[in-house]
């Protein structure tokens, strides 16, 4: 439907519709050429003039002339206008003055999410074809070398810390060098392909990092045959910590640490999976559930309700086989956990993965500036951009305010202000000084899932900004309320807030904000008794 | 209580019935659930009734209607399958069963219906409304208020009786007018069943009409329930517990008016994306799409709505034709392809 291959001759048909075209002007007023070539790179590719393409053919492939208006959508709810086979967006203008007809229903991105969702079965189907294509290696035991005398840190997560960009990772990596300081191996394990929750029947390989190097990919009892192979007569101290199982196998992991003569050590909540296989804890990837008894209606309803017994079933297995001290991230993580299922533990710890260090007041602005409502990151729904996106068309016009997006890619066709900003392992603070210098007074940080650990908000606040978000944020609200670092509001109170004014008590120069340093943890290797090199 | 429920459809139905009964097996284990199928399966489905998630099959040839093929022939197959349900219920009073539900095929159960046998203890007839709150604004009350004075104030996607007093003599009336006057023929006063039961307050004791919006949640009451998933796993409408939707038009009509109505009510989506997947889990790809074995003559032709208006309307091609179905010489479909045409 969307081929390219008469690009070239469409190039020459369009350059006559331009002339032509009496509708070309009425829509050319409110067509969004930039977000027209961002949204379908075809396109762009093709470089063919968007509106043009649109006005002959884009309608017709149900591609929209703006973030506004849906064809789609438009075409459904009046079919009439589909039965008479003209534009929809021509139509809708020239009746849009008559204002009974909406431009698309105001559904909420919610709506769309729930129309995108993806079975959980596919999901796994992929991720089974995809670690079925990996072919495991041998010859491990001879790259681990003579573990055996030296102390020896085992870990699990679920992917390969050294070479993908997160928050998890780049805390395991401080945990890596944390452990690398007191003179221990490193092993890391991680399943050599995504998989959406954890593993019972499906086979798959295990990734293996020897000390921040990545080894290969082998079968677990590879893996296990190997520590095995290295068990000293006397082995130096021991630990683990499984930060996440997805892609693992509770009957793998057990045997691991069995060869690794190992039964004690951490596990943490860097999210919910050990309560459910939709481990954000968000029903149907659009609102936050606290994981309610399994079989309640809300869990009846949702596309992880019935994988959601498989990620109890199986952690409460591994918390009967080992002696597990939880770890959180934060208190609020804790205490719902706590709260929603008995897992035997050996003991319980909150360990944050940053604490603020103050480094003195915040300049202040110059007088008169609108307030400055900054989103940080990725512009994914899970984490809050079509609260923000949709904040700011409401508010385009109004003077009292100016948006702002930092982060790695603009999303064109919007009125924010986009600040490029790529945060990583060599440079962690980007974001953070990125906040500061463009001196936002807000950063809205609305997640729809429980955050366990929010470094935007640490970011934001140690920047000088004050943190907005919603009541089901998880830390990001418990910070917030806990530092007076901003305000928790519902998405109606949000919109009032800005309506009325009342968000610019949060401007710099009322709260005359402090700046502060951010102390980040070892994570594990904080918890270890430090110990000596080998 | 001995509960019986029952639902009515063909087997383009079956993929919809098989989640209502999978819902109503998940809560209420002990009722008996019967299939009333007015339908044959079709060539390549092996129908194994022991594997489905209901007890019993009751097929409508066997409820015993007089001259059951030039009945059912003068019905289409929403006003047959609606039809059935009269004498069905009937029969059921003298089953053993101290209740009976009927539920339509496009519903589905997400909370316990308790609360039904607890009505029951006190009341005889149990309906429920297509509104219980009024709609003031224009297009809504063109969409459901005037729509609900057409086709009945109840929408018997549902109805519950005790088998016994009011109970029993509501079957044997329903029983005697669907048998007789269950057709979609608006300008005359009739919508299949519908329409019938707005004499029902009337002309029955011990009638509840439910005005709880927990029950019956469908697209024609949308504009004045609000649906809101709990913290604590609960699934309410307008704060009370959510019992039983009605998936009306599962395609891209009940996907519009779900959607004019829901707007940013978003549960309202999530329950509908969960009843799709359960459709699709339970749909069977040997089921040809549209199939109704009573919807074409002997010879496959299609049976065409004012050929079977017709012969409801004709008493002398209904005597002289007993089995319309037939093709051939001699036969209804003959005489109209001859005389008819």
Known sequence: MRSLVPAALKLRLLSGFKRFDPDRAVVAAEFDAAWYLQAYPDIAKARVDPLAHFMAFGWKEGRDPNPRFSVREYLNEYPEVARAGVNPFVHFLKSGGEGSRAPRPDLGFRYDVIARLVPVEDRLAQAARASDAVRPGAGLAGALGPIGRRQLHVTFSHDDYTANVGGVQLALQREAAGVAAQGRDHLHLHPATPWPMLRTDEPAALGVVWNGQALGVFAAEAVAEALRAAAPARPGERSFAIHSLLGHSVDEVLAILAAAGLSEGFFWLHDFASLCAGYHLLRNDVEDCAAPPPDSAACGICLYGPWRGRHLSEHERLFRRLKLTVVAPSQPTLDLWRASWDFPVAGTLVHPHARLRSRGAAPAPPAGRPFRLAYAGLPAAHKGWPVFRDLALRLADDPRYEFLHLGLRSTPGLPVRFVEVAAGPENPRAMQQALEAAEADAVLVWPLCRETFSFVAYEAVAAGCAVITGPDSGNVAAFVRDGGHGAVLDEAALAEAFESGEVLKLGRATRRPALYDLDFGALTADLLPEGTPA | ?341
């Not at chain 2, 607890?118 to 005889?124: A, G, K, S």
């Not at chain 2, 609000?226 to 599962?250: C, M, Q, S, Y």
């Open chain 2, 1 to 341: 209580m001995k509960v019986l429920v029952y639902s009515s459809f063909t087997f383009s139905y079956l993929n919809r019935a098989r989640v209502l009964y999978q819902t109503l097996r998940r809560f209420h284990p002990d009722w008996e659930l019967v299939a009333l199928i007015t339908d044959r399966p079709p060539e390549g489905f092996a129908f194994d009734p022991a594997a489905e998630p209901f007890d019993r099959v009751v097929w409508a040839e066997d409820l015993g209607i007089p001259d059951f093929q030039g009945w059912l022939f003068k019905h289409d197959v929403v006003e047959v399958c609606t039809a059935v349900k009269g004498p069905f219920i009937h029969q059921a009073c003298s089953s053993g069963a101290d209740a009976v539900i009927y539920l339509d095929p496009d519903t589905a159960l997400l909370g316990s219906l308790d609360p039904l046998v607890e009505w029951l203890q006190d009341h005889d007839i149990l309906l429920t409304p297509h509104l219980i709150d009024p709609n003031d604004d224009l297009t809504a009350i063109l969409d459901n208020d005037l729509s609900a004075s057409r086709t009945g104030i109840f929408n018997l996607g549902f109805v519950a009786i005790r088998t016994t007093g009011e109970g029993a003599r509501f079957a044997k009336w329903w029983n005697d007018r669907l048998l007789s006057f269950c057709y979609d023929d608006m300008p005359n006063g009739l919508f299949v069943d519908q329409r019938w039961c707005d004499h029902v307050p009337a002309l029955f004791d011990k009638v509840k009409v439910i005005r709880d919006p927990g029950y019956n949640v469908a697209s024609w009451n949308l504009s004045t329930r609000t649906v809101a998933v709990e913290k604590d796993g609960r699934i309410t409408v307008n704060g009370a517990p959510l019992r039983f939707w009605h998936f009306t038009k599962l395609g891209p009509l009940g996907d519009t008016m779900t959607k004019r109505y829901a707007g940013r009510n978003f549960p309202v989506y999530e329950i509908w994306a969960w009843y799709k997947r359960l459709v699709a889990e339970a749909t069977d790809a040997a089921i040809p799409e549209r199939w109704w074995a009573y919807g074409a003559y002997d010879d496959g032709a299609p049976i065409e709505k004012a050929e079977r208006v017709l012969y409801r309307q004709r008493g002398d091609l209904q005597a002289a034709y007993p089995n319309p179905f037939a093709a051939g010489p001699g036969s209804f479909r003959e005489w109209l392809q001859t005389e008819g045409a």
